[in-house]
């Protein structure tokens, strides 16, 4: 596993146990290195005590290039694709 392979699964972690606190999930379909395309599937979760407190994929998407930048990694796209 290559230093970038493993700075996006860290961040993906990171935030995958952000969003499980309401039920959601983050799984990697592809990083890209070469390209800097990352492609996500996100289930969001939903916190019947705090309807606003749940990340929506926008949200999460802007969280991921920021926790991506803050390793070092720099992506071109990120895509967060959303799940029932």
Same mark, same amino acid.
């Given at each position: 596993m290559s230093d970038q392979d493993a700075a996006v699964q860290e961040v993906l972690d990171s935030m995958n146990q952000? *969003?499980?606190? @309401?039920?959601?999930d983050i799984k990697l379909i592809d990083f890209d290195a070469a390209a800097g395309v990352l492609n996500v599937e996100y289930?969001?979760? *939903?916190?019947? @005590?705090?309807?606003?407190?749940?990340?929506?994929?926008?949200m999460l998407q802007s969280f991921l290039v920021e926790g991506l930048r803050a390793h070092g990694v720099t992506?071109?796209?990120v895509i967060v694709a959303g799940v029932e």
């Open positions: 952000i *969003v499980a606190r @309401d039920g959601g289930r969001m979760g *939903v916190d019947p @005590d705090c309807a606003t407190c749940s990340i929506p994929p926008e992506t071109n796209e």
